[in-house]
């Protein structure tokens, strides 16, 4: 079926985006025979890159469809954003709950999403830093979380999602290593605090018994 026309003002990334969809449908209707082993291993890189690099123009318009300015479920009858991704892209509840929460996210995060517009990193990497990055402790410097964002980037360029996940894991006590001590004693205080209440509670009910 062809596409329906663009109207005459449209805007230059709507023309882009649809120029790409052309694109994409020609190449579908090729034949992959006549591709070697050296060209597929090419086409294949390029085509993760402009994946990603999909993916950042993705996040981006959901993000901006998401503004009070632009506001696009009310333009299109939809209560939330998440209730349009629900009905234009059919995504479940969660999934577009997840999608919009990291549209949003990475709006302020521009060393991760300059990272994915290159196509230099793919989208669960993206998600993976920035999610690591937003839930450091508020004691640790805007400077210092910018400096871990940049590392945790490089290394996204360079490893896969599993090694970015065990980095990302270990970022606060690399940024903070005193404090993430402390916090971490903290914690297990809590915990032996709560263990030994849930024992005393028990014994208390048994001899009730």
Do not use: C
């Not at 959901?62 to 009310?74: F, K």
């Not at 669960?124 to 590392?151: F, K, M, Y």
Request: negative net charge; proline residues 5%; charged residues 25%.
């Amino acid at each position: 079926m062809a596409a329906a026309p663009l109207p005459e003002h449209a805007h230059p990334v709507h023309r882009a985006v649809t120029g790409v969809a052309a694109g994409l449908t020609d190449a579908l209707d090729l034949p992959l025979w006549t591709l070697g082993a050296a060209e597929t291993g090419d086409v294949l890189r390029a085509v993760f890159a402009a994946e990603a690099r999909l993916s950042a123009l993705k996040l981006a318009l959901v993000a901006h469809g998401d503004t009070p300015g632009i506001d696009l479920p009310a333009h299109e009858a939809a209560t939330t954003m998440t209730a349009w991704l629900r009905i234009h892209a059919r995504m479940a509840p969660g999934e577009a709950k997840k999608l919009l929460k990291l549209a949003h996210a990475m709006q302020h995060h521009a060393p991760t999403q300059e990272a994915l517009a290159a196509g230099s990193i793919p989208t669960a990497s993206a998600a993976i830093i920035v999610h690591a990055v937003d839930n450091l402790p508020d004691q640790i410097e805007q400077s210092v979380r910018e400096q871990g964002e940049h590392t945790l980037v490089e290394h996204a360029k360079a490893f896969d999602t599993r090694a970015i996940t065990v980095l990302a894991d270990r970022l606060e006590k690399v940024l903070d290593p005193d404090g993430a001590e402390a916090r971490e004693a903290e914690h297990l205080a809590r915990l032996e605090a709560k263990a030994e209440r849930e024992i005393y509670a028990q014994i208390r009910h048994n001899r009730t018994r």
